[in-house]
């Protein structure tokens, strides 16, 4: 672990094709961890520049619900304005069209679809934040599919822009970014947590997977519920929660699409990240670590009392 901290612990400054500077250092995936970059990174961002971007993985119910509630919590930071990225393409998935069918024109399954979208702003809301919709547009898609969009944002009061990046690079995210910057700029709210650090493990999972996921219980199975008294015997039940769950639905059944509701939201078992700061509960059929070796890479490293490290090649 020394090894891989030694110059891992120094975020990396990039740039984009059109020389924009980028700070990448971290980025683990929401769906099975926290879903952004470090503290460290997004505080050197602010030292440098008027306004920072950064991303959370997948879902507003993934990657953002972490951001807030784990990250910002623990840094002291407090987020000015939301970006939803939206698809047409994501959309008509969750309008019920299959794979094979999301490149063809319908306007009614990206209606139909948008009811995903719009809980993702209404979970947006509940932090006390200002959501934007970036329509993230590609060459396939429609004025009619991305009025489908428009007219589902106008029923929240939502500002919508098109993005055409994927076209014409920065110049095609020009609108985005300013209504993003009067975004931030109007800002006089700090968020607000979704939950409270002294709840705990349980009502902390209620919370998220109630007001967040849509779902009308959680039951906790096998190994969960020995984990839960674990947890609380060793004095950690004021850990943030962080869940491991599909990306593909708000639930924790990757077919149930659009914005199911009334379901379970089932908790096999609780891993303990004391290191890290929090705890992950496991839902549904979630593997986390798909495809690994019997034997990982990092028994054969090491590092001495000078830093040099040894058995990378």
């Known amino acids: 672990m020394a090894a891989l901290l030694k110059d ?49 993985g997948f879902g507003f119910d993934l990657g953002a619900e972490k951001f807030l509630d784990i990250k910002c919590r623990e840094a002291g930071l407090s987020p000015h304005a939301v970006v939803i990225v939206a698809t047409i393409r994501a959309l008509k998935y969750h309008g019920g069209k299959s794979l094979k069918e999301l490149n063809e024109p319908d306007a009614t399954a990206v209606a139909k679809g948008a009811v995903n979208l719009e809980k993702h702003l209404e979970n947006a809301l509940q932090f006390g934040l200002t959501p ?40 095609g995210a020009e609108d985005l970014a300013r209504k993003v910057a009067a975004a931030a700029d109007a800002c006089t709210a700090q968020f607000k947590p979704l939950y409270d650090l002294s709840d705990s493990i349980e009502t902390k999972i209620e919370k998220v997977a109630i007001n967040y996921y849509g779902a009308a219980r959680v039951e906790f199975v096998g190994k969960a519920n020995l984990h839960l008294k674990r947890i609380k015997n060793l004095g950690l039940e004021h850990l943030p929660i962080c869940i491991a769950k599909t990306q593909k639905s708000l ?26 700061g929090f705890v992950v509960p496991i839902t549904g059929d979630m593997m986390r670590m798909p495809g690994l070796p019997e034997t990982p890479a990092a028994e054969g490293i090491d590092i001495d009392d000078h830093g040099v490290i040894s058995g990378l090649f």
């Open 8 to 56: 891992a612990i120094k975020p990396n400054l990039v740039q984009t094709i059109e020389g924009n500077p980028a700070i990448i250092h971290g980025g683990p995936f929401a769906n099975i961890a926290q879903g952004t970059n470090s503290i460290l990174a997004t505080k050197m961002g602010l030292s440098l520049s008027d306004y920072v971007v950064t991303e959370a």
């Open 132 to 171: 934007v919709v970036a329509i993230n547009q590609f060459k396939n898609d429609t004025e009619e599919e991305i009025e489908a969009v428009r007219s589902a944002c106008a029923k929240l009061g939502v500002e919508v822009s098109l993005a055409n990046v994927w076209g014409k690079g920065g110049e």
């Open 251 to 276: 639930s924790d059944n990757p077919d149930l699409i659009g914005r199911p509701t009334g379901f379970t939201l089932t908790v096999r078992e609780i891993e303990i990240a004391a290191g890290a």
